[in-house]
Every structure is written in C-alpha cells, then in structure tokens.
DNA sequence: GTAGCTGCAAAACGTTTGCATGTGA
DNA sequence: TCACATGCAAACGTTTTGCAGCTAC
C-alpha cells in the first residue's frame, strides 16, 4: 500500500508495529513507526545518532528521535545502556530475547551473550520489598583480535 | 605533619594513597590525593559534581577532577557506573568489597547489595577469547518507601 | 631539566526544551 | 476539533580540550 513508508516492508510487520504503538498507549506517527521498525529489524544497540543515519533523509528530526526514544523507554518498549561513555544506546526490548552485552574496550565492538543467571539476586531484591525490578549487565574486554595487536 | 593537606588526617593514610597512586605509575600530585582520600573514604558512589563539593573550597579545578577521575578508571583505581541519565558516578575500587547498585526509580536513592554470581558468565567470555574482563551490574526498581506514595 | 600536571576559559558533545506549525484520533 | 507530535533553533549540563604556567621527580 503506498501510504506505507519504504522501509516498512509488509502489511504484516505495519501491523505489528501499530499493534505495539497502541497497547502502549501511544499515538500512532510516522517518525515513530520508522523509528520501532528499524529497532526491531535491526536490533542494535545503536545510538541515537545511528538511529538518525539509518532512517530515510529527512525522515524526522534528531529531537524527535530522542522524545521517541524516551517514550518507548518509559513504556519499556526499548532498553537504554551506556556502552561507551557519555553516550547511550538503544535496542528493541524483546522479552523472548533478553540478552546481555560485552564490548571490546579497544575497538569497541558490540558482542551479545544470553547466560542470565541473576534470578538469585532479583528475588534478594523482592526480599528487601523493591518493585517493578530491571537490571543493566555489561561486560567489558579485549576481544581476540585486538589482542594480537 | 604540616604538608597533609585536613582531609587526610594520619600519616599512615598518607602513605596508603601514595601507595596505591605510585603503583599505578601515577605521579603524586595534591588534587589527586585528595580526590582519591575522599573516595576512599567516604565511598559514594559521587558524580564529579559530589566530588567537586566535598573537596575543601579551592582544592582543585573540575577539569582537573575529571581529568584525574579518567586516569584513575584507567588503571582500575576507581569504577564507573552510569545510574542516573547523562552522568557518571564513580566509586573507589576496592577488591575487598566488590557490590552492585539497586537505584530507586523514583528517589534516587542508592543501595547496594555484594551478592555476585557472574563469575559463570565471565568464564564463557574468557572462552570466547576475551581478556581483561570488567562488568557492570545495576538493577533498577522503586523502593519500599516510594511505593506508599 | 623535563615530562607531565594544573587552572582557567572556551569549546564540544549528547541531549532537552520552547515555540509555532502540523497531524492523528 | 483539539490534544498531542513534530521541526527548528536555541539552550542545557556534563565532560573535554588548548594553552600558559607550575610541580613532581
């Protein structure tokens, strides 16, 4: 259908991304389906600035993506993380894939691992009457091939 | 002795922090001492800002608290952690009392807990071919009190 | 003596905000 | 229609940097 933007590809995945927006609560715009479609596609983490380049030229404002962004981590449509310094990266918060990071500290490539064994400490948190529980792990390393130089 | 500067009160504390600084192959400077006795001390975790009001009025320029902070991250002195949005908290490193952060959602407030099971994920990391291996673990909630309110 | 640290001021950076306009429900 | 989202530009707060002078070693 023509009224869809090129990078969302099917009726199906306009679908979702309309089911998604909405069960949240949140109007359904353009800059705000370019923005869950390309998380979703492409699942980062990618920063704000990433996000940006990878959208159509002139597809929305750096503003817009921020207070997008913002929105959906409130309604924990995405995860925010701070990988590098100073600057935070977003990804798709798909609950059947949750998933940690570990960065390269030279060349800061971004791998990803599922070993999430943190449970313990959750319920010891439960314990102590905290609510509505998230958590943050990042590793940080030298990968192999930074090694060897 | 006279050359201690008030916030470092004994002599045995003097040479503590110039032992660790010289281990680091750091040279020892005023604003270096000081940052890191009150780290030492009073164990934060503190943004640059906390540290800039701790120190005596005049001690020491915010750059140079930055400055120093980034040296200390480098060689391990002191950790780094990201819980509120777009600024770093920093807390000295000490080998003893590994913990993590729990940050109330609404308050702010910071508990930490020295429950720490990672070490299975950071031996599947080592298998990988990841050296020098860092983590970073902070869990998020809303604490007792604020939800009364 | 010299490498490296400091203070100061200015800049850079990611991010947020005010306001007029435009759009979704 | 009307609350709400957007674009633009300007502001914000944290952090970094250039440079001249100073300090540790």
Chains 1, 2 share one sequence.
């Not at 099917?10 to 069960?23: M, P, Q, R, Y």
């Not at 998380?39 to 993506?65: R, V």
């Not at 590098?84 to 059947?96: G, L, R, S, T, V």
Request: with cysteine; charged share 25%; net charge positive.
């Amino acid at each position: 259908m023509s009224t869809l933007p090129t990078s969302i590809k099917t009726e199906e995945e306009n679908a979702k991304i309309v089911g998604l927006l909405k069960e949240k609560g949140l109007s359904v715009t353009l800059p705000r389906k370019l923005i869950l479609a390309l998380l979703i596609k492409e699942h980062g983490p990618f920063s704000a600035e990433d996000i940006f380049k990878k959208l159509p030229k002139n597809a929305c404002d750096q503003a817009t993506i921020y207070r997008c962004l913002n929105q959906f981590i409130e309604t924990q449509l995405v995860t925010s993380a701070y990988l590098e310094k100073d600057m935070a990266h977003f990804e798709f918060n798909d609950p059947h894939h949750h998933h940690h990071h570990i960065i390269c500290k030279i060349c800061k490539k971004i791998d990803s691992f599922h070993d999430c064994i943190l449970d313990k400490i959750e319920s010891t948190l439960v314990k102590k009457g905290y609510k509505d529980i998230q958590h943050r792990l990042e590793f940080f390393g030298v990968c192999g091939s930074c090694q060897k130089s």
